[in-house]
């Protein structure tokens, strides 16, 4: 696996050796020039605990995440085939990185993988912050269309040809599972398939699967490329969306895949690691906390998305002459709304928030090939969500009829 050449992994200087064999020794070291105050007992008393950096995050954390995740996806045995279909091994602790959330870890993984002028495939439709990030950290970002026919697939034959043009210079493919706004996920055959040609091409995956528990429209053979070992993965997750709680800032990054590539991307990603160090005790302590109350909270917000879903489709059908639909959403937390395309999307947006103080994002917002698409969330509360439901539905009727 090629890896970006803007990260310094080359062999430490005599100090650090003979410092590190030391530690393995049980010797205790005392720094000369040690600046953590909490050392020398200058914490606030509000705070007053040691501090000991550790880029991945802390031990202790990282061991009840993982025993966490191995529980939640039946990760028993490496050899056992869970009820879902997957067969990721038992998660190790150290194969996590704990850090402030999954923006960072997609800034990280571009460091990680690209050099300034190097490429990542992303999908499209699909969330604008990707393609952000990639330009802060001088990285392009490539479109691969994810196609609709009844329901969302992507469009392998032209990710094949994206992969296999080396000029594209493309370092990672990132699979948004299930994607945001369209709520697809990663089929089986996808999945097969794109392993295939990432192994082939020498590409890594970066697999965002922060809504993946919120599934409305279950299928067979659904399961997160977390943990896969055929192929380089970065699974990304976090409280977000787990635990409904964006404020929460903590998110995680799964390092899977041949042995090899795994130990060298580690040996890597420590570097960068070392350098943001960015948890903290004041959060870090609380994650067992929080991951106690993570299934009871995933409950509540996948029955709310679930209710509105119901009551969304029922309103469509209901309503008179409508000229409104739902695209077919698979898991998230949002759907996409096709309008008729003779309404011009800036049109519609204007009127809703004209008439009825209310902000709409147009399916341009997510590149969305056509007009006539606008993103909704599942999210509201059933009389704020049939408020704006039904708002929509008589401001397309009624622009329809000024056409008319």
Excluded at 58 to 71: D, G, K, M, Q, S
Excluded at 302 to 313: C, Q
Excluded at 379 to 392: D, I, N, R, S, T
Aim: aromatic share 6%; proline share 6%; glycine share 4%.
């Amino acid at each position: 696996m090629r890896f970006s050449s803007r990260v310094d992994v080359s062999e430490p200087n005599p100090i650090i050796l003979a410092q590190r064999v030391a530690i393995s020794k049980g010797i205790k070291l005392t720094k000369l020039n040690d600046s953590n105050p909490t050392v020398h007992g200058l914490s606030p008393e509000c705070l007053n605990a040691k501090y000991t950096a550790d880029p991945r995050g802390p031990v202790e954390v990282r061991r009840i995440l993982a025993n966490f995740i191995n529980h939640r996806d039946n990760r028993v045995d490496q050899n056992i085939v869970n009820k879902k279909g997957s067969s990721a091994k038992v998660l190790n602790p150290d194969n996590l990185y704990v850090l402030s959330s999954t923006s960072q870890a997609y800034a990280w993984l571009m460091m990680l993988m690209c050099d300034c002028g190097d490429s990542v495939l992303a999908p499209t439709p699909g969330y604008p912050l990707i393609e952000s990030i990639a330009r802060l950290q001088g990285v392009k970002s490539i479109p691969y269309p994810l196609v609709y026919d009844g329901s969302w697939t992507i469009d392998i034959p032209r990710v094949k040809e994206l992969l296999e043009n080396t000029d594209n210079r493309i370092r990672a493919l990132v699979l948004i599972n299930p994607n945001n706004p369209t709520g697809s996920y990663i089929k089986p055959q996808e999945r097969d398939a794109l392993l295939q040609l990432c192994n082939k091409n020498n590409v890594a995956i970066i697999a965002d699967e922060v809504f993946y528990d919120y599934c409305l429209e279950p299928f067979d053979g659904n399961c997160r490329l977390a943990g896969e070992e055929s192929t380089l993965v970065f699974a990304l997750d976090g409280f977000s969306k787990m635990l409904a709680a964006p404020h929460a800032k903590v998110g995680w990054i799964e390092v899977s895949g041949p042995s090899q590539d795994v130990q060298d991307a580690m040996k890597r990603l420590d570097v960068i690691a070392d350098d943001f160090l960015p948890i903290g005790a004041t959060v870090s302590e609380r994650i067992p906390e929080l991951l106690q109350c993570a299934k009871e909270q995933t409950d509540l917000v996948k029955n709310r998305v679930r209710s509105n879903l119901k009551t969304l489709r029922k309103m469509l059908a209901n309503y008179p002459n409508c000229c409104v639909s739902a695209l077919r959403a698979e898991g998230g937390w949002n759907i996409l709304i096709r309008v008729p395309s003779c309404l011009d999307d800036d049109d519609l947006a204007l009127r809703l928030m004209q008439d009825y103080h209310l902000v709409s994002q147009p399916g341009y917002y997510f590149d969305m090939p056509n007009n006539g698409y606008l993103a909704l969330s599942l999210l509201p509360e059933e009389k704020q969500f049939v408020y704006g439901v039904k708002a929509l539905l008589d401001t397309v009727h009624a622009m329809l009829e000024e056409l008319n």
